[in-house]
């Protein structure tokens, strides 16, 4: 059942330190990238990020003393965001919706991950700079942001907290 998986899927912050078997990673990423995108232009790259290639991007995501837990990822994922490729007669700020799809493509992530039972933490401060620099990233491409993926050091599903639904849905209006 679908929310089961959404149950299961959390921001991981206790990595065991096992790396993620290249096929299984290969296996999340292509599934991840059955997500929907306006007008199906798929606006992203994902950069798988393992071994020795890890080890040097640890520390750009560890910026200012933050995910410090990135001690223990395997392996990372670098989600770009590319140029929106959108149909003629869609008006304004086009690129926006590379943002929107951006968001999708890395939510199917995080989810396909937590299907294979992997651990995954969406991470949003970072050096792009740096990391652009280490995984080649052209400079007109964005990093929107980075994944941290493993096996979580401890089992099982932690309590979610959310808002009272009657503050986060509504019904005919606001």
């Not at 991007?57 to 995910?67: E, I, S, T």
């Not at 690129?95 to 989810?111: C, I, K, N, S």
């Not at 979580?152 to 009657?166: F, I, M, N």
Request: net charge neutral; charged share 25%; proline share 4%.
């Amino acid at each position: 059942m679908f929310k089961e998986l959404a149950l299961k899927r959390e921001s991981c912050r206790a990595y065991d330190g096992r790396p993620v078997p290249h096929e299984l990673l290969q296996e999340i990423l292509e599934t991840a990238c059955l997500s929907p995108s306006a007008c199906n232009s798929q606006p992203w790259r994902l950069i798988a990020v393992e071994g020795e290639v890890a080890e040097k991007l640890r520390p750009m995501v560890q910026a200012a003393g933050l995910n410090r837990f990135a001690d223990k990822v395997s392996t990372f994922v670098v989600i770009c965001e590319t140029k929106a490729s959108l149909k003629e007669g869609v008006s304004g700020d086009r690129q926006r919706f590379a943002q929107m799809d951006v968001g999708m493509v890395t939510m199917m992530l995080t989810l396909a991950a937590a299907d294979q039972g992997a651990s995954t933490c969406i991470l949003g401060c970072f050096r792009e700079n740096k990391i652009k620099e280490l995984l080649n990233i052209p400079e007109d491409i964005t990093v929107r942001l980075v994944v941290a993926m493993g096996y979580a050091e401890k089992e099982g599903v932690r309590q979610k907290v959310r808002k009272p639904h009657s503050e986060t849905i509504g019904y005919q209006s606001w």
